[in-house]
Each structure stands twice: as structure tokens, then as C-alpha cells.
């Protein structure tokens, strides 16, 4: 008996000290995870009278590293690199372009693929348990939109008739910015050097050159990492 809690106390000792570092040391945090992405300001009109549907999240990857500085007990600078599919989705819809012919979309993506550098301050609210916020300079790699459409014609029964289905992608990176600003906010926790980290990045920075087009990036993330 008395081994079994000599052998739980040593235990908890050790976890207490992994848990804990000192002030001026370095961790390096490689992560990997899913990035959940929309973007502001982005209907998509599907009709000649101007009627639109709105852009949803999409998922994809997210995976980098962060180096950590811890400054005092409670709080510690993050500077990480990662790399994220952002963009948004669309739901399947029909474009009718005349009375007699329309398009059915499908699987329609914008793409975006950005690297993301953040600079947080993070402090330490409980054991395990950090908040944090800063900024995030976002970089762009590549940006492509990615459909399949088909034409619909109306026969004079009241039938419809399918043409082939086309898979289309157009690459417009030129018409975007080529650096974007945001705000991430988060929180993680840690066990034993695993990270569970969850952020939301709020973007401030329009996404196209265009006039008139105002759309930002909204991008929530989950990623677990591993404290080296």
C-alpha cells in the first residue's frame, strides 16, 4: 500500500515539473490539425434577377511549428509558421441563364492556401490551461476556384435533359493580396507535453485587389502538438 502512494506521489511530482518552466527557457511545439474556413462578403449569384447564395465553411489542413519563450511563470511569447487551407464552399445550386437553359454547380470550392506567421502572448490561467491573442501575418501561396458544372435544358414536356459534367478550375492569385492581417484568439491545454490548441483568426484585410469586392478571411483551427 505504502508503494502503491510512494509510486503516485512520484508521479504527480514528475508531471508537476514537466508541467512547469522556467523563465527564459524555449519549447519547440510542432502541430497538426484542421482548419474550418469562410470568407466575408462572398455570395455567389446564381440568377439574371440578382438572386445569390451565401458561402459556408469548409474544412481543411493546417500544420506547422511554434517556438516558445517563456517569459515569466504565467506567461510566454509564441512566434509559430504554419501552413493553411482556408477559402470557403458553396452548396449545390442551378444558374439559369435564359427561360430554356441553366447550369447545375456542383462541388463548388474557393481555395485559398496561405502561410501563417503569429505572434501570441499566451498566459497561463490554471495548470495546463493557457489563453491567447495577438497578430498573424498570412502570406499567400496559391488561390484557385474548383466547380463541376453541367447545362439543363427544359424540354417542351416539362422533362429536363443533362449535358456532361465539366470540372473546372480557374487560378485567380493575381486578383488577391498578397499578404493578410489578422487577429487570432485562442485557448489550449497540455498534458504531459500533448497540446490541444483551438483558435479563431479574425481577418482584417481584404482578400481581393478588386474594387468593390470586401471579403476577409474567417478561419477557426484545431491542432494538437507535442512540446520538444
Given amino acids: 500500500m505504502k508503494k502503491g502512494l510512494l509510486i503516485l506521489a512520484l508521479f504527480a511530482v514528475v508531471i508537476s515539473a514537466s508541467a512547469q518552466r522556467d523563465p527564459g527557457s524555449w519549447s519547440l511545439i510542432p502541430r497538426l490539425g484542421v482548419s474550418i474556413a469562410n470568407m466575408t462578403d462572398n455570395d455567389l449569384v446564381i440568377g439574371v434577377d440578382g438572386s ?13 511549428v511554434d517556438v516558445e519563450y517563456q517569459v515569466i511563470d504565467k506567461a510566454s511569447v509564441i512566434l509559430g509558421a504554419y501552413y493553411s487551407m482556408q477559402g470557403c464552399r458553396y452548396a449545390d445550386c442551378e444558374y439559369t441563364s435564359d427561360g430554356k437553359t441553366s447550369y447545375g454547380y456542383k462541388n463548388n470550392r474557393t481555395n485559398l492556401q496561405y502561410i501563417n506567421v503569429p505572434l501570441l502572448l499566451n498566459c497561463y490561467v490554471a495548470q495546463g490551461l493557457a489563453v491567447k491573442a495577438g497578430v498573424q501575418l498570412g502570406f499567400l501561396l496559391d488561390a484557385k476556384s ?6 439543363i435544358t427544359k424540354n417542351k414536356d416539362g422533362s429536363q435533359s443533362y449535358g456532361d459534367m465539366e470540372k473546372m478550375s480557374t487560378s485567380f492569385t493575381d486578383n488577391c493580396h498578397s499578404v493578410d492581417f489578422s487577429i487570432p484568439v485562442g485557448v489550449s ?7 490541444l490548441d483551438a483558435r479563431y483568426n479574425f481577418g482584417l484585410s481584404k482578400i481581393y485587389k478588386v474594387d468593390g469586392l470586401s471579403s476577409k478571411n474567417r478561419n477557426f483551427t484545431v491542432s494538437v502538438g507535442y512540446r520538444l
Fill in 146 to 151: 474548383k466547380v463541376e458544372s453541367t447545362p
Fill in 189 to 195: 491545454y497540455e498534458y504531459m507535453n500533448v497540446i
Fill in 52 to 64: 445569390s447564395i451565401s458561402s459556408k465553411y469548409k474544412a481543411g489542413m493546417v500544420g506547422g
